[in-house]
């Protein structure tokens, strides 16, 4: 058997021998494959808010092109501004700070279906008088029936 880089009669090839230029794309694909499983498994756990126990309702759902606002009210009467806990107070304030006092910005109220409705209704009158034109209440679809489209402020579902 000769070594390598010689011929089979001994003298050395010059200028023959070349290292291998080709990458393997079978570990880099496999990688790949890998990550994208995992952002796709943990992408809808990333836009979970303040965990709410929301009703069902057989209203139909709205469907807004801008994002809107939430307020969600928690079990214990607790108010969120998206996810950031504030009082009752300072509600309108931070409303009209984040919003720019634009009376047409969305806003979403989400109430737990176990908090007394007077809460809930107190917040959205606080909204309300404040200017807010598109404040909706969110609520869950049954199970296994789709909501459909509306455009009716205040007797909206959300999904």
Do not use: W
Not at 55 to 83: C, D, F, H, M
Not at 117 to 144: D, I, N, Q, T
Request: hydrophobic share 45%.
């Amino acid at each position: 058997m000769a070594a390598p880089g010689l011929a089979g009669n001994g003298h050395r090839l010059a200028g023959r021998y070349r290292p291998m230029s080709e990458i393997n794309v079978t570990p880099l694909v496999d990688v790949m494959l890998v990550l994208l499983v995992v952002f796709m498994v943990t992408a809808p756990l990333l836009t979970v808010g303040v965990p709410v126990d929301l009703p069902q309702t057989q209203a139909p759902a709205i469907n807004e092109p801008k994002e809107p606002l939430v307020i969600t009210l928690n079990r214990e009467g607790v108010i969120y501004v998206q996810e950031t806990t504030i009082e009752t107070d300072a509600l309108v304030p931070k409303l009209q700070a984040i919003t720019g006092a634009n009376p047409d910005a969305v806003i979403y109220v989400r109430g737990d279906k176990d908090i007394n409705y007077g809460r809930v209704l107190e917040v959205m009158s606080l909204v309300s008088s404040a200017g807010f034109r598109k404040v909706s209440l969110v609520a869950e679809a049954p199970k296994g029936r789709p909501a459909a489209a509306s455009t009716r402020p205040g007797s909206s579902t959300r999904r």
